[in-house]
């Protein structure tokens, strides 16, 4: 574990930390963004920095939020959208049973195992 006070989230047994790497990111932005207008006061830098965290934190939460390999309908693809990551889908054929071919089923078990194996690439 890292040192407190820390977020993470506990999934698909593995804890994955929230390390706000956007953060310095987003920060930078906001400081060109601050030049370009004519603002800058350093009172406005504390304020500024935790709205950023806080913008970094709920996009992270936002994007973890969901499985790394997961189904996705037509009732929360809007959400999975919303999450800003790039969407691969593997279009299965599925009967009434939700029973899956079982050349369906090698398809999109080679899928998710390409996805698993290179989560830090892929996610």
């Not at 920095?49 to 693809?77: A, C, H, P, S, Y």
């Amino acid at each position: 574990m890292k040192k407190a006070p820390v977020v993470f989230v506990y999934k698909e047994q593995t804890y994955y930390f929230f390390d706000g790497d956007d953060l310095e990111a987003k920060r930078f932005a906001r400081a060109l963004e601050d030049k370009s207008i004519g603002k800058g006061k350093s009172s406005d830098r504390e304020e500024d920095t935790e709205e950023i965290l806080d913008g970094t934190l709920q996009d992270w939460v936002n994007k973890e939020r969901f499985e790394t390999f997961m189904k996705v309908t037509r009732g929360n693809i809007n959400q999975v959208l919303q999450t800003g990551k790039y969407l691969v889908l593997a279009v299965l054929q599925e009967n009434k049973l939700q029973d899956i071919p079982s050349d369906m089923l090698q398809f999109r078990e080679m899928v998710e195992s390409v996805i698993r194996k290179n989560r830090d690439r892929y996610h």
